[in-house]
């Protein structure tokens, strides 16, 4: 019932910038927290950046200080402003949103956004 369209990815060269945006729509009662993963060749997924309702985020120790996630609820969008990007930070990218519909949680994904960073 809640679909998350990822886009912003592409190439970029080692030392760039790049901007994800996920835009949500759907039916949610509430969220609780939404986050961006990466799952790069022959790895598992793993936690990027998320954020809290109430506006708290969390980094992996490989992207503080360069990405950066937020939110426009106006908007409907999730962002993760990527910068000073490292070959080491290529991976598909996906919007995760955590939440309730009613009494139910809920947890979804989008399809995602590739990122490829050359040297």
């Known amino acids: 019932q809640l679909q998350l369209v990822e886009s912003g990815g592409g190439l970029v060269q080692a030392g760039g910038s790049l901007r994800l945006s996920c835009e949500y729509s759907g039916s949610i009662s509430s969220i609780n927290t939404m986050g961006w993963y990466r799952q790069a060749p022959g790895k598992q997924r793993e936690l990027v950046a998320r954020i809290t309702s109430e506006g708290s985020t969390d980094y992996a120790d490989s992207v503080k200080g360069r990405f950066t996630i937020s939110r426009d609820n106006a908007k409907d969008t999730l962002y993760l402003q990527m910068l000073r990007l490292k070959p080491e930070d290529t991976a598909d990218y996906y919007c995760?949103?955590?939440?309730?519909?009613?009494?139910?949680?809920?947890?979804?994904w989008g399809q995602g956004t590739q990122v490829t960073v050359s040297s």
């Open positions: 995760n949103l955590e939440g309730r519909l009613w009494a139910k949680r809920v947890d979804y």
